[in-house]
Nanobody
Framework: EVQLVESGGGLVQAGGSLRLSCAASGFTFDDYAIGWFRQAPGKEREGVSCISSIDGSTDYADSVKGRFTISRDNAKNTVYLQMNSLKPEDTAVYYC????????????????????WGKGTLVTVSS
């Protein structure tokens, strides 16, 4: 059974930091790109960051560049999202997702290209 389990969400003040984790099982982790996506109330799900399975290259949404850092530990089947300088507009449910194939590598922040999804973790940033 494929599982992606997010953790690390919570309530933080603006300017603070959180580190999200995504623990994966049930598929060949090394072969999949892993991305973080978020969805705020009343808004569509959007790509935040993604890390390639091929060369470990990373992509970020413009809104989080310079503040968020994605990394993966293939030995632990885990991906992390370090979030610094958080803003109220970062408030959302954050999901991790796994995707395989050329589409994901070419357009890694497109949620339609992902194959497996976690259930999400809530991040709330207060002003």
């Amino acid at each position: 059974e494929v599982q992606l389990v997010e953790s690390g969400g919570g309530l933080v003040q603006a300017g603070g930091s959180l580190r999200l984790s995504c623990a994966a099982s049930g598929f060949t982790f090394d072969d999949y790109a892993i991305g973080w996506f978020r969805q705020a109330p009343g808004k569509e799900r959007e790509g935040v960051s993604c890390i390639s399975s091929i060369d470990g290259s990373t992509d970020y949404a413009d809104s989080v560049k310079g503040r968020f850092t994605i990394s993966r530990d293939n030995a632990k089947n885990t991906v992390y999202l370090q979030m610094n300088s958080l803003k109220p507009e970062d408030t959302a449910v954050y999901y991790c997702a796994a995707g395989w194939g050329l589409e994901v590598e070419l357009s890694p922040l497109n949620p339609r290209h992902m194959d497996y999804w976690g259930k999400g973790t809530l991040v709330t940033v207060s002003s």
